[in-house]
C-alpha cells in the first residue's frame, strides 16, 4: 500500500488543469477553465475546472472530485492505481507500505494485463528489429510502405512469427501466467493468436498498451486481412482510437482532428508532420469515439480514400458525429490514392493545400454526392432529400440547423416549409421514442434490459429542505467551516472562523439531523488533535468520499463574481464577499441555534402540559426551563431581526 505521506505529495503536486488537460479540452473561463463533461452527453460546456481549488465539478450531471477520483471515474482506475497514474506523471517516487491481499491482488491482476501486453509489444517489436525473418518479413514490408526506422521504434510496431508457440513460450519462460494472456486475446488455449502478421500496438490516453491491430501479408484471401484483440477488462473497441495517445496534444493545439480509415494512414501522416490524425480500432465510428475526439476539439476533418465504393453507406454512419455537436468535414482524396499513399506522392504541404482546397460541409458533401448518383430521377431526388433531412434532423443546435435548411432548399430546390416540417417531424418522432422508453413498465424481460443497458444521467437538483427540518442551517454552518474555517475572527488571539463555530455549537451537535454536516462539525476537533489546519483543501481533498462531495459542492462556483475591485470599487453597505467571515459565522450560529431552541420550546411545552396533568412535582422547573429558553430564544432573533411564535 502506498503511505499516507506519500499520497499526500501526491496530492500536493498535481495540477487538477494539468492532469485533466490530458483527457479533455479545457478552456479558460475567468479564474476557473470549462470544457465539455466526459461522464454525459452536453452541447454547452457545464464543467467546470478550479485550478486554484485543485477541483472540478459539472454543473450538468453533478459529477465532482479532484485528480484522483477523475482518474477512477474516467479511467475506471482504481484508488492505488490513480495516485500510481499522478506519481508517474510528475517523477515522484511512492513509499510503499502492506497491502490487504484482496487489494493487492486486484491491482496486481489489472497492472499484470498491461504488462503483459507490454511484453508481448517489446517481444514482437524485437523479433522484427533484430532476427533474419523480422528483418526480411516485418521491417522489410514497414520500409517497403516508406517508414523510417524512427517511426517504428516510435510506436512500437512489430512481427508475430508463424511459429504456433512463439508468444506462450516466451511468456512461459519469462513466468507471466498464461491464462491472463488468453484473458486479453494474445493467446488460444491451444496456439498463438497472431502469426505470421504484422503488429500495431493500440494505446489508451495514458499511453498504456490495450490491444493489438494485425495485418497479414500473405495473399489468401481466404486468410482475413486484419485482426484485432478481442474486447478485455483492459480494451474496449468502442471507446478507442488508434494514435490519440499520439495525437491528443496537436488536437487540441491545431483544433481539429483528421479521421482516417488505417492503421498505416496514421503512421505516415504522423510521419510526414501532420499529427492531428487518429483512425477508428477495428470498428465503424462510433458515439463514443466521438465523444472521445470531442474532449479536444469540436472539429472533425473525415478523409475518404479515392476508390473508396462504401462511401454512401459510410456517410450514413457519420449521422452520430452530427448528434454529438461536432463540426464535420469531408475530403474525398484523388481516385486510387488514401492518406498514406498521396502524402507519400505529394508531401505534407501539398496535401494540406488539397484538404483546404477540397474539404466540404458533411451535409453540402453529402448533397452533392446523392444528386449526382440520383440524376434527374424524381424517385430517387425524393429519397435523396429524405435522407438530408435525416441528417440535419441530428443538428441539435437550433441556428445550425436552420441554416442548413435554408442551405439545402436551394440546393434541392425545395421549399423551406417542407424541409422544416419534415425536420420537426423527424426531431418530434425521436423525442416520443426517448419519452417511450423512459415511460415503459417497470417490469421487463432480461432481454429488454439488456437492450437498455448504460448509464443514465439526470440533471441534478437543487438541495431543497422540509420547511420543519433544521438541515438549511445545519449545512450553511458546514459551508462556513469548509470555505472560510482557516479565516481568522480574531487577529490578536488567533482565533479561527473554524474553532469559534464549534466552541459557540459544541453543546448542540448531538442535536444535528444530518450526521454528515454534524460530521464537519466534528473534523475541527480531529484536526486539532492532528495539529492540522482546517483549509479548504483538508475538505476538499478529505479520505472520506461523502465529506469530499459535499466539500466540493459547496466550493464549486458556476459562476464568478464580477472583478469590480480590479477596476477600483469596493462595495459600500458591506464587507467584500471574502471578507465576509465574522458576519457570517455569527448569523449562521444565530439562526442554528434559533431553529434548535424553537424545536426544544416545543419538546418542553409537551413536558409541561404532560407535568400538569399528573401534577408532577417538576412542573416548576419545567416552567423555569421554559422561561429561559424563550427568553433567550427573543434575545437571539432580537439580533437576527425575525419573529418567531409566541
Given at each position: ?11 500536493e ?10 483527457f ?5 473561463a475567468?479564474?476557473?477553465?470549462k470544457?465539455?463533461c466526459?461522464?454525459h ?14 477541483i ?17 471515474d ?13 506519481a ?22 489489472k ?11 517489446k ?10 525473418e ?19 521504434n516510435?510506436?512500437g510496431?512489430?512481427y ?36 505470421s ?34 474486447e478485455s ?11 490519440l495517445?499520439?495525437?491528443k496534444t496537436?488536437?487540441r493545439?491545431?483544433?481539429?482532428c ?5 492503421y ?37 476533418t473525415?478523409?475518404f ?9 459510410a ?21 486510387g ?6 502524402v ?37 431526388r ?11 434532423s ?26 422544416n416540417?419534415?425536420v ?23 432481454e ?5 443497458s448504460g448509464?443514465k444521467?439526470e ?11 433544521d ?7 458546514a ?22 463555530i464549534?466552541t ?30 482546517v ?15 459535499l ?14 475591485k ?33 424545536k ?21 422547573i ?25
Amino acid at each position: 500500500m502506498i503511505s499516507p505521506k506519500s499520497i499526500e505529495i501526491v496530492k500536493e503536486t498535481a495540477r487538477v488543469e494539468e492532469v485533466l488537460g490530458e483527457f479533455i479540452d479545457l478552456r479558460r473561463a475567468g479564474v476557473n477553465m470549462k470544457g465539455v463533461c466526459p461522464f454525459h452527453d452536453e452541447k454547452t460546456p457545464s464543467f467546470v475546472v478550479s485550478p486554484a481549488k485543485g477541483i472540478y465539478k459539472c454543473f450538468g450531471c453533478g459529477k465532482a472530485g479532484d485528480s484522483v477520483r477523475f482518474l477512477m471515474d474516467h479511467e475506471k482506475l482504481s484508488y492505488p492505481e490513480a495516485i500510481r497514474w499522478i506519481a508517474e506523471k510528475y517523477n515522484i517516487e511512492l513509499e510503499e507500505t502492506v497491502v490487504s491481499d484482496d487489494v493487492k491482488k486486484e491491482i496486481e491482476k489489472k497492472e499484470s494485463l498491461f504488462i503483459i501486453n507490454e511484453f508481448a509489444r517489446k517481444l514482437y517489436h524485437e523479433h522484427m528489429m533484430q532476427t533474419r525473418e523480422g528483418k526480411a518479413i516485418g521491417l522489410g514490408y514497414f520500409k517497403e510502405r516508406g517508414f523510417l526506422e524512427k517511426t517504428v521504434n516510435q510506436w512500437g510496431l512489430g512481427y508475430a512469427p508463424g511459429e504456433r508457440d512463439f508468444l506462450k513460450n516466451e511468456l512461459k519462460r519469462n513466468g507471466y501466467k498464461l491464462h491472463l494472456a488468453e484473458e486479453i486475446g494474445l493467446l488460444k488455449p491451444d496456439k498463438d493468436f497472431f502469426r505470421s502478421r504484422i503488429i500495431f500496438p493500440i494505446r489508451n490516453l495514458s499511453g498504456k498498451v490495450i490491444g493489438f491491430g494485425a495485418r497479414t501479408l500473405s495473399s489468401d484471401k481466404k486468410i482475413p486481412k486484419y485482426l484485432n484483440s478481442p474486447e478485455s477488462e483492459i480494451y474496449n473497441k468502442r471507446k478507442t482510437l488508434f494514435g490519440l495517445y499520439f495525437s491528443k496534444t496537436e488536437i487540441r493545439k491545431k483544433d481539429n482532428c483528421f479521421l482516417v480509415e488505417g492503421y498505416t494512414d496514421v503512421l505516415s501522416l504522423h510521419q510526414n508532420g501532420i499529427e492531428n490524425v487518429v483512425a477508428s480500432s477495428g470498428t465503424s465510428l462510433t458515439s463514443d469515439q466521438v465523444k472521445l475526439i470531442k474532449r479536444f476539439t469540436e472539429n472533425m476533418t473525415v478523409l475518404f480514400d479515392g476508390d473508396n465504393a462504401g462511401i454512401k453507406a459510410a456517410l450514413r454512419g457519420l449521422d452520430i458525429i452530427l448528434e454529438q455537436d461536432v463540426n464535420v468535414r469531408l475530403v474525398l482524396l484523388p481516385e486510387g490514392e488514401d492518406p498514406d499513399s498521396y502524402v507519400r506522392k505529394v508531401g505534407s504541404s501539398a496535401f494540406h493545400q488539397y484538404i483546404e482546397d477540397h474539404a466540404k460541409d458533411f451535409i453540402l458533401f453529402k448533397v452533392d454526392l446523392l444528386l449526382q448518383e440520383a440524376g434527374n430521377d424524381p424517385i430517387k431526388r425524393s429519397k435523396v432529400v429524405k435522407d438530408i433531412v435525416h441528417s440535419i434532423s441530428k443538428i441539435a443546435d437550433t441556428l445550425k440547423r436552420n441554416e442548413y435548411i435554408k442551405l439545402c432548399s436551394k440546393l434541392l430546390d425545395i421549399s423551406e416549409k417542407i424541409i422544416n416540417n419534415e425536420v420537426n417531424g423527424l426531431i418530434k418522432s425521436n423525442i416520443q421514442k426517448e419519452q417511450a422508453k423512459l415511460n415503459r413498465p417497470v417490469f421487463r424481460s432480461e432481454e429488454d434490459w439488456k437492450k437498455d443497458s448504460g448509464p443514465k444521467v439526470e440533471k441534478p437538483v437543487e438541495k431543497s429542505f422540509d420547511s420543519e427540518s433544521d438541515e438549511a442551517q445545519e449545512r450553511d454552518i458546514a459551508r462556513i467551516i469548509i470555505t472560510m474555517g482557516d479565516k481568522l475572527i480574531d487577529e490578536d488571539k488567533n482565533i479561527q472562523v473554524a474553532d469559534y463555530i464549534y466552541t459557540n455549537i459544541v453543546g448542540i451537535i448531538e442535536t444535528f439531523e444530518n450526521p454528515l454536516y454534524a460530521d464537519i462539525v466534528q473534523e475541527v476537533r480531529n484536526a486539532f488533535e492532528d495539529g492540522k489546519s482546517v483549509t479548504p483543501s483538508y475538505f476538499l481533498h478529505h479520505h472520506r468520499e461523502d465529506i469530499q462531495h459535499l466539500a466540493i459542492d459547496l466550493s464549486a462556483e458556476k459562476y464568478i463574481y464580477a472583478n469590480w475591485k480590479q477596476r477600483g470599487i469596493e462595495l459600500q453597505t458591506q464587507d467584500m464577499p471574502e471578507k465576509n467571515q465574522i458576519k457570517d459565522s455569527w448569523q449562521a450560529i444565530l439562526r442554528l441555534k434559533s431553529r434548535k431552541l424553537q424545536k426544544i420550546l416545543k419538546s418542553t411545552e409537551i413536558k409541561i402540559s404532560e407535568a400538569a396533568t399528573e401534577n408532577s412535582p417538576d412542573l416548576d422547573i419545567q416552567i423555569k426551563a421554559y422561561m429561559k429558553l424563550k427568553e433567550d430564544l427573543a434575545q437571539i432573533n432580537k439580533i437576527l431581526g425575525t419573529v418567531v411564535l409566541k
